[in-house]
């Protein structure tokens, strides 16, 4: 994968009212879900709660494509699935990505 598309990816991905998280190479477990993502600088990748991490530290990075939306107190959240926007952003970057019953997730390997 190339880093300049990853990167360009994330830019385009924030802007989404979508959530993400990171799986960190050497953690056993996702980290929490987190409303933004940004490449901080170089191949530096941050969420709210993770980073800055280094691309090659990252294994891969998950996205909710789901949103919930308050529409007030006595009613349920409105849920509005962005799953086909999402794809076709990532697709236009031309980056491989898998998709699992409710995410998608997006391998990283470091550019040699």
């Given at each position: 994968?190339?880093?300049?598309?990853?990167?360009?990816?994330?830019?385009?991905?924030?802007?989404?009212?979508?959530?993400?998280?990171?799986?960190?190479?050497?953690?056993?477990?996702?980290?929490?879900?987190?409303?933004?993502?940004?490449?901080?600088?170089?191949?530096?990748?941050?969420?709210?709660?993770?980073?800055?991490?280094?691309?090659?530290?990252?294994?891969?990075?998950?996205?909710?494509?789901?949103?919930?939306?308050?529409?007030?107190?006595?009613?349920?959240?409105?849920?509005?699935?962005?799953?086909?926007?999402?794809?076709?952003?990532?697709?236009?970057?031309?980056?491989?990505?898998?998709?699992?019953e409710n995410t998608i997730?997006?391998?990283?390997?470091?550019?040699?």
């Amino acid at each position: 994968m190339k880093t300049d598309n990853l990167l360009e990816l994330i830019k385009e991905l924030n802007a989404q009212p979508i959530k993400f998280r990171l799986k960190l190479r050497n953690k056993d477990k996702n980290l929490t879900w987190e409303d933004w993502i940004i490449n901080t600088t170089g191949t530096y990748i941050e969420t709210g709660h993770t980073g800055p991490n280094t691309i090659d530290k990252i294994e891969y990075i998950e996205i909710n494509p789901i949103e919930e939306k308050d529409i007030g107190k006595l009613v349920p959240k409105r849920m509005i699935n962005h799953t086909l926007e999402i794809i076709k952003i990532i697709e236009n970057r031309n980056i491989n990505f898998e998709q699992c019953e409710n995410t998608i997730k997006i391998e990283l390997y470091a550019e040699k």
